[in-house]
């Protein structure tokens, strides 16, 4: 009997290609199900990071000239030169300190890191590094300086992260010691100005008070210095963030406490320093890379025996010793 048109199907009736093609409609509605489930929960996922802090090392430049610092940068009007507080990355009370040691903490790179902090100012980092040469002190040191650069009026100010000396390096009685700090940026607290991030790394003598005769290394705890319209101030409790940006190293090729961690436990892996650390930066990790290559390329790598370490290759100084940058 022929349906009349625009007459509807009885409602108990099936198509039959949906009575062969069940399990394949509910197996689709199952994975819909899914999909949506994972949806849902990647876009309740905390996004990736997408304005990461951009960090320049060509911009400024650091000028020395008859113990007088200065700043060169570009500008649409040209090249301009500013000058600097000699007591901002020289202070006369510590270096007194350093009346005749045979290197100097204040031996500056020219080459001056720089990022934009969020208020329209620059932050910029001043590094500086030196080291004996010969002698068995195995004497170095050096400073890191945070100035704060406003493009509008072309001034500078003090940063207020005064740390003194931020990596050495010394050998009394057969005993090393080590310093190294390591800089991070990030907004830790949200504010749309970047903060700076501290971590320091040591390395000591044996402590003989407690019967130990093992040199010991410890990685501190992390802390911010976030910034406020007067400078950076130092927050006691800080906590990790996953976008953080690393300021790399000013003209080395490794840190003080690479060079002794190396020279005492034969290898740049820093887990095997006595405790592991919380944070391995992106540097060590290409050394430890290059490290695990050439060990795996050697004879003895592919024996499974470990070779016995060669002597460290010095960090590089900035520049030769009592040659200052022009």
């Not at 509605?29 to 990647?42: D, I, K, M, N």
């Not at 990736?48 to 802090?53: E, G, L, S, T, Y």
Request: with cysteine; hydrophobic share 35%.
């Amino acid at each position: 009997m022929c349906q009349k048109p625009g007459r509807q199907p009885p409602v108990d009736s099936t198509p039959m290609i949906f009575k062969h093609r069940f399990p394949l409609v509910l197996v689709a509605f199952l994975l819909g199900v899914q999909f949506s489930a994972s949806f849902e929960a990647w876009a309740q996922a905390k996004p990736p990071a997408k304005n990461r802090p951009k960090i320049s090392t060509d911009q400024f430049t650091l000028l020395r000239e008859n113990e007088q610092y200065s700043l060169s940068f570009r500008s649409p009007e040209g090249t301009q030169s500013i000058p600097i507080s000699t007591e901002w990355l020289a202070p006369p009370e510590e270096l007194a300190q350093e009346e005749g040691q045979p290197f100097s903490s204040i031996l500056y790179s020219k080459h001056v890191t720089s990022f934009p902090i969020g208020n329209g100012e620059i932050a910029l980092h001043f590094s500086s590094f030196d080291m004996m040469t010969e002698g068995s002190m195995m004497g170095a040191g050096g400073r890191d300086v945070f100035l704060i650069f406003n493009p509008a009026d072309t001034s500078l100010r003090p940063g207020l992260i005064n740390l003194g000396i931020t990596k050495e390096r010394a050998r009394e009685g057969g005993c090393f010691h080590a310093l190294m700090t390591h800089f991070l940026i990030a907004d830790a607290n949200a504010d749309g100005n970047l903060d700076v991030g501290i971590v320091k790394e040591e390395i000591d003598c044996p402590d003989e008070e407690d019967g130990s005769n093992r040199p010991s290394y410890e990685q501190h705890v992390l802390h911010w210095y976030l910034f406020t319209p007067e400078g950076w101030k130092k927050e006691e409790e800080s906590s990790w963030t996953d976008d953080y940006v690393e300021l790399p190293l000013v003209e080395v090729s490794l840190s003080p406490v690479d060079f002794v961690g190396l020279f005492l436990w034969g290898t740049f892996d820093s887990s095997k320093w006595m405790s592991p650390p919380t944070y391995t930066p992106a540097y060590r990790k290409k050394l430890l890379q290059e490290e695990r290559r050439k060990s795996s390329a050697s004879p003895a790598g592919s024996s499974g025996v470990r070779p016995k370490a060669k002597p460290p290759v010095p960090e590089q100084p900035i520049s030769k010793p009592n040659q200052q940058p022009q």
